[in-house]
Every structure is written in structure tokens, then in C-alpha cells.
Nanobody, 127 residues
Framework: QVQLVESGGGSVQAGGSLRLSCAAS????????????MGWFRQAPGKERERVAG???????RYADSVKDRFTISKDNAKNTLYLQMNSLKPDDTAMYYC?????????????????WGQGTQVTVSS
């Protein structure tokens, strides 16, 4: 299975920006980073995990309404890395952010579609 490691989390004031990274490795033989659907999820204490954004092998993206026009998901196939650029951060964005992957195409980008997860990186946004 693909191994995923998130980084880039931290503490920032409301209105600030952060860029999260997800480095991928251990691809199956015959497959590369570009063959995977990738996604970002987040979970705050006492709340359920929610979808933030996803990107398919063809580059198609989908965002949660709460982050649309503020966050941007992207990938660098040459670096085997997924990114989440987060701008205009709000206190409600505070959560543990997780990277997820599945070989092939995502349809809903919901968590049940993914079969590999990273350990998460913490994002804290203060007022």
C-alpha cells in the first residue's frame, strides 16, 4: 500500500495561510503517483471526520462548501506530493488534517472511497 506522510501544519491567526503537504511512497508495481485519487480530510475533537478536498488522476477536483474558494488542492507528480493551500483561515478550520489515497478514480471523494491514510498534521487557527 502507498505510504502517506503529512506535514506543514501549525498555529496561525485567523486570516492567515498554511500549506499542507502529503508525501507519498511505496507505490505498487506498474502504478505511479498520477494513477491515484488523493484527498484531504479533517477532524476536530468531538466532531466527525469530514471531507475537505479531493483530486482525481485527471486533475478534477472537488471541495467542501466550507472551504471552497479558500483552499486549493493540488499535486506535483514529479515530487509524489499532494498539497493543500489554505488561505483566509478561520478558527473553525482548526482540526487534525489527514491525507488519503486510493488507486484509481474517486466518484464522491468521501472517506469510504480511500484505502490508505496518513497519520495527520495539526492545524490550529486562533481568533
Amino acid at each position: 500500500q502507498v505510504q502517506l506522510v503529512e506535514s506543514g501544519g501549525g498555529s496561525v491567526q485567523a486570516g492567515g495561510s498554511l500549506r499542507l503537504s502529503c508525501a507519498a511512497s511505496r507505490f505498487r508495481d506498474g502504478y505511479g503517483y498520477s494513477d491515484y485519487c488523493m484527498g484531504w480530510f479533517r477532524q476536530a475533537p468531538g466532531k466527525e471526520r469530514e471531507r475537505v478536498a479531493g483530486i482525481n488522476p485527471d486533475g478534477a477536483t472537488r471541495y467542501a462548501d466550507s472551504v471552497k474558494d479558500r483552499f486549493t488542492i493540488s499535486k506535483d507528480n514529479a515530487k509524489n506530493t499532494l498539497y493543500l493551500q489554505m488561505n483566509s483561515l478561520k478558527p473553525d478550520d482548526t482540526a487534525m488534517y489527514y491525507c488519503a489515497a486510493i488507486r484509481g478514480y474517486c466518484y464522491s471523494f468521501e472517506q469510504y472511497e480511500y484505502n490508505r491514510w496518513g497519520q495527520g498534521t495539526q492545524v490550529t487557527v486562533s481568533s
